[in-house]
């Protein structure tokens, strides 16, 4: 999973997928539903919310990689989210694979902002136990 997730887009893909949608566009005004799930898949999330919206038939796999595509970017409550509402739909184990790793990362992330927020709390504390110390050694020699 995490190997997917890592995973770059070609720029040589991405350029395929911007070609094809503009033709598209420029022929006619209007872009089919798979060039814009290829290139949303390029680009990232906010076509893919667009098209979850406009296109109820392909809702599934948009939910999918909405799940996927927020994941690959760290937004782990989002993608929670997306994997939620994707089981709910349907049960899947590919789904439910995603959502386990977005659970791991998550507490990962938690443990890594509790970790540093100790950190800190400490040196703050540090920081106070000197003034202190300090505060009361001038008293002293002012006696």
């Known amino acids: 999973m ?3 997730l890592n995973e770059i887009v070609p720029q040589e893909e991405l350029e395929k997928f911007e070609k094809k949608y503009a033709h598209e ?14 290139y949303a898949m390029c680009l990232g999330i906010m076509i893919l919310e667009d098209l979850s919206r406009i296109h ?17 970017i760290k937004n782990y409550s989002e993608g929670l989210k997306y994997c939620r509402a994707f089981l709910e739909i349907e ?3 590919q789904v ?6 977005i659970k791991k990362q998550n507490d990962k992330e938690m443990a890594k902002g509790m970790a540093v927020a100790g950190g800190a709390a400490l040196v703050l504390g ?6 202190i110390a300090l505060a009361k050694n001038r008293q002293k020699r002012e006696k």
């Open 126 to 131: 540090g920081i106070l136990g000197l003034g």
């Open 91 to 93: 049960s899947n184990e």
């Open 56 to 72: 109820a038939e392909g809702r599934r796999d948009y939910i999918y990689y909405l799940a996927f595509g927020n994941a690959r």
């Open 2 to 4: 995490e190997e997917l």
């Open 25 to 38: 566009l420029e022929l006619d005004g209007e872009v089919t539903i798979e060039t814009k799930f290829e």
């Open 96 to 101: 439910r694979s995603l959502e386990e790793y």
